[in-house]
DNA sequence: GATTTCCCTATTTTGTCAATAGGTTTTTGA
DNA sequence: TCAAAAACCTATTGACAAAATAGGGAAATC
């Protein structure tokens, strides 16, 4: 299950490429958009500015924006970041101990597919197939 | 993710399927086999069994076999009786209360089309396909 | 230099999952 | 008929991660 961070992390990423036209929104005007407490919004901007899908900018005039096009940015990489990992099971998290049943694992093959056909839909959809038909513009955004 | 419940529900449906050959096995045997408290399959074991898709005996010479041919066992069924659901996010449940931001929800289709993708995945792979070559006969299962 | 705004670390709260415990009922078979 | 074997049932504990809060520090602007 996608929880509350991931969940968010899309509805803020949608918010500012529709809201952004090129400049930087802060904080306060998206956790007051979006209905969430700016403290908890907060530290997911954290992550998604750390993982290079947004840029911060301090100060007077400061906020959030975005870094790229929206139709550059893959749900699957949103989600990715603000979860740790799409993985189903923890033995396919990147970086995992390979478990020392490995070889005879009768389960394996169903986390694996499992996890590819979440990796290929999310991977399939981006950004720009999420906003308004106005707001997809891409140029618009940056 | 899928928690242990679901993943441990699995490696039991297939321990049942490649060890029962139509009669009984006994709880203690399958957790000894799969290195399971016995007291936490049990509590698997009520849950598949409740959901039909195995059947008790008690006494002796009790125990739990399938209740249908490997291959008329989808893996989305097991997991999502044992996890409760497959739905990626809560609105998704079945039986969940529409979100009353549904008309303007941009994120939803995004979890419509990830819920399809698990669930097509996972509605196309039966346990008949992850048993041991030998034990696949279905005809040796019940 | 005061205000705005992001940045950083830590803590509390909450809830679910994993696991354990202890008992009850049914069935068999000696 | 009674002891053993086995599933069935309810409740509780323990551990951990997620959600949310708190308080302050650093940069940029005007």
Redesign the interface.
């Given at each position: 299950?996608?929880s509350t961070r991931g969940?968010y992390a899309?509805?803020v990423m949608?918010d500012i490429a529709e809201n952004s036209h090129g400049n930087y929104l802060p904080l306060t005007e998206i956790a007051e958009r979006q209905n969430i407490s700016e403290k908890y919004l907060e530290s997911i901007l954290v992550i998604l500015t750390r993982g290079s899908l947004l840029l911060g900018l301090r100060g007077k005039g400061g906020g959030y924006k975005l870094t790229r096009k929206p139709s550059e940015y893959p749900?699957a990489d949103i989600i990715r970041l603000t979860e740790g990992s799409l993985?189903?099971?923890?033995c396919l998290k990147e970086g995992a101990v390979p478990c020392e049943r490995v070889g005879e694992c009768?389960?394996l093959?169903?986390?694996q597919?499992?996890n590819r056909?979440?990796n290929?839909?999310?991977s399939g959809?981006t950004l720009a197939d999420?906003?308004?038909p106005d707001a997809a513009e891409d140029s618009a955004c940056l």
């Open positions: 299950m996608i969940r899309l509805r949608i749900i993985a189903p099971v923890a009768r389960t093959p169903v986390w597919g499992l056909a979440i290929d839909y999310l959809v999420l906003l308004k």
